[in-house]
């Protein structure tokens, strides 16, 4: 049987302890990413901002861009994560009958290797998720990589989908903010002309008391 993995490091097709020392972290990162598309769409596609203010505005502008900060560092987990599942299915290729009794190197960790030798080169065992493995046949484990790099596209796409619709929901808050700025430099300037407007009208009559007294 044998354990393979797509590690940096690795300069041939050896046994190792497993797919899961390369894609643990990553199977359990796109679980966690699933919930967070569950919950990303339910929400709208767009935010009713009518009636807030600026402050409301510029709190709910920080909410969407912590969301589509997560939302783009999820993207890139599952993008990595597709491109081991590539990796680890490319190197399928090497255990065939004419590398049967093949001399290789072993990985004990990722800088430690011992001699081994390729046996039984017609099955292997590999992870199916949360340390969890199972001895299968080569083309069964080609197809099991196809079906999860499958997955995590389609998820990609979703999740691109998704990143793009809070995106337009900045711009909306970005766009009510500058209605709500042009709106109080207006008040502003109104209330300078009002006062400039009473200094006008209160100087004449205080020169006129000036020149009675």
């Not at 920080?62 to 999820?74: D, F, H, R």
């Not at 808050?173 to 207006?186: C, D, G, H, N």
Request: charged share 30%; glycine share 4%; no cysteine.
């Amino acid at each position: 049987f044998f354990f393979f993995q797509a590690e940096d490091g690795i300069r041939d097709s050896v046994a190792s302890r497993g797919l899961g020392d390369v894609y643990k972290r990553q199977v359990h990162g796109i679980q966690q990413i699933m919930e967070l598309l569950e919950k990303a769409a339910a929400n709208p596609e767009r935010i009713n901002l009518e009636g807030l203010n600026y402050y409301e505005l510029t709190e709910v502008k920080k909410a969407i861009e912590t969301e589509i900060n997560v939302l783009s560092n999820s993207f890139d987990q599952l993008r990595m994560a597709a491109t081991k599942f590539a990796s680890a299915k490319e190197k399928l290729s090497v255990f065939t009958p004419e590398n049967n009794d093949r001399e290789i190197l072993v990985p004990l960790t990722t800088s430690v290797y011992i001699p081994g030798q390729m046996k039984n080169v017609g099955k292997v065992m590999f992870e199916v998720g949360a340390s969890y493995y199972v001895e299968d046949t080569m083309p069964k484990a080609k197809e099991f990589f196809d079906r999860k790099i499958t997955d995590i596209k389609k998820n990609m796409t979703y999740l691109s989908k998704i990143i793009e619709n809070k995106s337009k929901q900045r711009e909306d808050v970005l766009l009510s903010l500058q209605e709500v700025v042009i709106k109080i430099q207006e008040q502003q300037q109104a209330m300078a002309q009002a006062k400039q407007t009473l200094r006008s009208v209160s100087y004449p009559h205080r020169r006129a008391h000036e020149t009675l007294r």
